[in-house]
Structure formats: C-alpha cells, structure tokens
C-alpha cells in the first residue's frame, strides 16, 4: 500500500475511513468527550457529598436514587467510554501500525466497525439520560444481581444494550492489534526490538479478547432475565447470583491491567525519550509484561472474599494476588532504575510520566491489603477502595494519557502544545488529584461506606474524617479549572499557524519508527513511500537509507 492521497468524499475521509489514524482520532476525541462527561458527573456526586441536607442544606441538589445512578455511569463511562477507548482505541490505533512500520492495520474495514461500534454503544448508554421519568441504570457500575434485574425502569436495559456494543467493539479492534503486530512488521523489526509500547498493546489486546466474552455472555444473560424471565441469575428459578460476580470479575480485574499496561506503554516511550538513553531492564519489562497479562486471570475472586468462599480458595486467590504484584514492581523498577545516569529534559510529557510512577506506585500498594482476606472484611466497600482504584486509573492511567497527547501531538498535528499551559495545567492537576484521592484512605480506615448520598453524615463512628468531604469536593472543582488550561491549549494549537521554528517533524528527536522523515505529517493512507527496514534494538535503531552503515544489521 502506498502513502496515497487520491481524493476521497468528505463521509468517506472523516466519517467512514478506514485510515487507522483517522481513526484513532475520532477515538481519542470522542473518549475525551465521554471523558469530561463523566468527570462532570464526578463534580455532581462532590457537590452532593460536601453539601447536603446533613451539612444544613434544605434541600439536597440529588435525590439518593439519582446519586446511585450517577455513581453507575460515572464508573461506567470513564472505564469503557473514556480510558479504555483512549489508551487502546486512540493511540493503539494511530500508533501501532507506525511504529511497526506498517501501511494500516490489518483489517482496515473492521477498524473502521470497531469505532462505529464503540459510538452506538455510548450513545445508547448517554440515550438513558434523556428518558421521562426514568433513570438511568443505578444497580452500580460493576451491574450486580439481583438488583440490576430487578431494577425497574428501562435505564439498565439501555446499560446492558450499550454494553454489548462495546464488547463487540473491543474484541474486533484487539483481533485487528494482534494480527497486525504478528504479521506486518517490517524487516528487522524481530520481537525484542519492538518498543515497550508495541508490548504493551499486545498483551492488552490478548487480555481483551480473553477476558471479554465471560462479559458479554453476563450481559446477555442479564437482559434476558430482566426481558423475558430466565433464571440465568434467579436462584428460584436454578441460577446464581454469584454467577455473575464471577463472570464479571473474570473480565474486570483483566479491565484494570487493560488500564495500566497501555499507560506503561506509553510512560515508557516518554521516559526512554526525555532520558536520552535505552530503558534499563527491557527485556524484564516485556516478560513482566506478559507474565501480568496471564496472571492476571486467576486473580479476579479476591473482589469476593464476602461472597463466604471456603478458607482454601480464599487463601490461594490471596497467593495469587501477592504474586502478580511482582512483574507490575519489575516494571516499574526498571522504569525508576532507567532516569539513572540519564540526561533528563523536564518537559510537560515527562512530568506527567514522572508523576505517574509515585502515584501509580501508591495505587499498586493499598491495593495488596485488599488482596488479603483478613484486611479486606474491614475495607470492602469503603472510602479506601475508592481512594486505591482512583489512584491507579485517575492520577495513574490519565496522567499517561496527558504524557501522551502532549508527546505525540507534533506527531498528529505539525504543532507543538504550549510547555507554558502545559506545565500549568500539570502541576495544577498533580496537587487537586492528591487533594480528592489521598483523603479516601483515611477515611475508608475508619469503615466509611461507599455510595452514600449524604457522604456519610449519619456515621458516628467516622464523623472525624467527615470533614474531609469539603476538602476532596473543593479539590475537584480546581481541577475541573485546570483543565481548562489543557483544553484551551488543545484546541488553540490546532487552530493556531504553524510557527517558522517548526519545521523540525521530529522535536523530541525520538527514535522510534514514527518518527521518521518517511512518517511526517500529513501522512496520507498507507503511512510510508518506501517499507522501513530495522537496523538495530529498540529505541537505538535506524529505518532502510537513514544511517545504514552506522547501524549494521545484528542477529539478537
């Protein structure tokens, strides 16, 4: 395939390409769209938690049912709307096929489906919103029976139809990841040559495939129950309620290394550029990497040691947790030990990097007391489960995603983001992120129970820490503000005249493939004039006519 500008319908082009960059565009913006969505339903809840009739108010903003279904699609869209469509959909997409040298993915047409999927998904779950008299779906964002079944109203329904859709969504666009990687990179591009990025996706597109059809099949057994009365997960009908706890967790402890190891992917790129040298420990990084996606499977009952699981399976899904700990502290060692002796640009993609290995390092470590039976009796289901989970996906996963839009955007656009607003809106985020998170864990120590309207006023026993409440919504609300810088800047250098200063198509100097002359933008269809051929490891290696005899070709 050529790098081929022929002429095409503006539908065609922008609406129903089958360019992989284009699509990963339309990815990235419509999960930054679900993404501030959900985040303004996040302010909702706050508001709601600092201020309330317990507070002194005379009327609550949310009723209680309304909060629970806020708290349901909060959960629901910034996971499977918003991170997940992004760290996969949206620089999958645009970048795997480039830094494997190859002219698209390999399945272009099922590309294409797996974003229209991915839309109608979402729009059948933001379509709940807009139903008179009714809810949308309130059982939660994990949709536990009995209560989803149960649930009147038709806002479930539309959850577990939108839900379908983007499971399909996902299976269709890790097939097409998996495929691409194994079969079109290019010469020399040999397995532990391949960026960590590349690894990353692959053991994220594997978990994917695996992990979601328990998923799918929950979700088709739920609406049957609740459409025409199976007994799927009625026990007076022959099924299980845990049943489905299982199928879901089967999927969704997976769904957490599908949030991180895409962040890991891209945290390393920043790094491994920012510090001028080869990661240390890379080959560690893709075992561990691999070794996590498969362990990954077995670990998904410490969610359930409620459920009145035998001491037994309590104990090995314990062991089992405390050793999938492991590759994820290989990784991010190897990451620490990799800014050793390098030299180091601060810019705004490796401060969001940077800051992303503390904080996903606190969100990995007040997860192992969750991982012990013991511990957990106390924390299930408290303010500190929040305050873990938050820590890996909000200041963890997202500040990857900053670190990533900020160092690939010359790549997309031509233009470099303002480092002035950049760092603004970095060192802003880094203080109101601590500010709503780090609280949780105090007060989840105390016994404070999740999904309380009234932010748990009527809770004696933790009525110290309830002050905290203001002081996490206050947080929240600076941080909304602080995104305004990033927004702004986001869209003004788009709109803005390419400056005189860049003409350079690599200001990162990177070294990975997309980076080339061959891969400068606008790239049309089908990425290179003439197919790359690799010359060296990852990060030092050179394409086919750039640098040939200074890299000479090596057998690992």
């Known amino acids: 395939m050529s790098n081929d500008n022929h002429q095409e319908s503006f539908i065609r082009k922008y609406i129903f390409s089958i360019d992989h960059k284009w699509i990963g565009i339309q990815y990235g913006v419509t999960s930054m769209i679900f993404l501030l969505f959900g985040f303004v339903l ?47 959909g949206a620089f999958g997409n645009y970048l795997v096929p480039l830094q494997v040298g190859a002219p698209d993915m390999a399945f272009p047409k099922l590309n294409m489906m797996s974003y229209w999927l991915y839309f109608i998904g979402g729009a059948i779950m933001l379509a709940s919103f807009f139903i008179p008299d009714a809810l949308p779906a309130h059982s939660g964002w994990t949709s536990y029976v ?34 691409t990687i194994f079969q079109l990179r290019v010469p020399g591009l040999t397995w532990m040559r391949l960026p960590f990025f590349i690894w990353a996706q692959l053991v994220t597109s594997f978990l994917l495939l695996l992990a979601f059809p328990p998923l799918q099949a929950a979700a088709i057994f739920q609406l049957s129950d609740r459409l025409i009365d199976t007994g799927f997960f009625n026990p007076y009908a022959g099924g299980s309620v845990l049943l489905y706890q299982h199928l879901f967790w089967f999927l969704a402890h997976p769904e957490v290394y599908v949030l991180i190891l895409p962040a890991l992917g891209i945290v390393a790129e920043v790094v491994a550029n920012n510090i001028r040298k080869p990661l240390w420990g890379y080959k560690s990084m893709v075992y561990s ?30 062991i089992t947790t ?61 303010y500190y489960v929040i305050g873990h989970f938050h820590y890996v996906v909000a200041p963890g996963t997202i500040f990857a995603i900053f670190a990533g839009i900020y160092f690939w955007f010359p790549k997309i656009t031509g233009k470099a983001m303002s480092e002035v607003l950049g760092k603004i809106h970095f060192y802003g985020s880094f203080v109101c992120m601590n500010g709503i998170f780090m609280p949780m864990f105090l007060q989840g120590l105390t016994g404070l129970s999740r999904r309380m309207a009234n932010g748990g006023y009527d809770y004696a026993h933790a009525k110290e820490v309830l002050y905290l409440n203001e002081i ?45 002359d061959a891969t400068s933008p606008p790239l049309g269809h089908g990425n290179f004039e003439v197919i790359p051929s690799v010359y060296r490891g990852a990060y030092e290696y050179s394409v086919e006519g750039r640098d040939k005899d200074y890299y000479p070709q090596t057998e690992e």
């Open 146 to 179: 009995p209560l989803a079944t149960l649930s009147s109203g038709p806002g479930q329904t539309f959850w577990i139809c939108g839900m379908i859709f983007l499971i399909a969504s996902s299976l269709l666009g890790s097939t097409n990841i998996i495929v």
């Open 472 to 516: 996490m919504s206050i947080s929240a609300f600076l941080l909304f503000f602080f995104q305004l810088f990033f927004i702004y800047n986001f869209f003004w250098t788009i709109f803005r005249k390419r400056y005189e200063t860049e003409t350079d198509p690599n200001p990162w100097n990177a070294t990975t493939i997309e980076w080339t």
């Open 322 to 382: 405390m050793i999938i700990s492991i590759p994820s502290v290989i990784i991010l060692s190897a990451l620490f030990l990799s800014l050793w002796g390098g030299s180091i640009r601060f810019n705004t993609p490796m401060l969001f990097a940077l800051s992303f290995l503390p904080m996903f390092g606190i969100g990995g470590l007040t997860g192992l007391p969750l991982g012990l039976a013991t511990a957990d009796i106390h924390l299930h289901d408290t």
């Open 42 to 88: 996040m302010m909702i809840m706050r508001y709601q938690l600092a201020y309330n009739t317990s507070t002194g108010l005379e009327k609550d903003i949310i009723s209680p049912d309304m909060y629970n279904a806020l708290g349901a699609m909060h959960g629901t869209i910034m996971v499977f709307l918003g991170v997940v469509p992004m760290v996969v």
């Open 289 to 318: 990497s691999v070794w996590l996606g498969f362990m990954s499977f077995i670990v998904w009952a410490h969610h359930m040691f409620l459920t009145g699981m035998g001491t037994t399976m309590s104990s090995f899904f314990m």
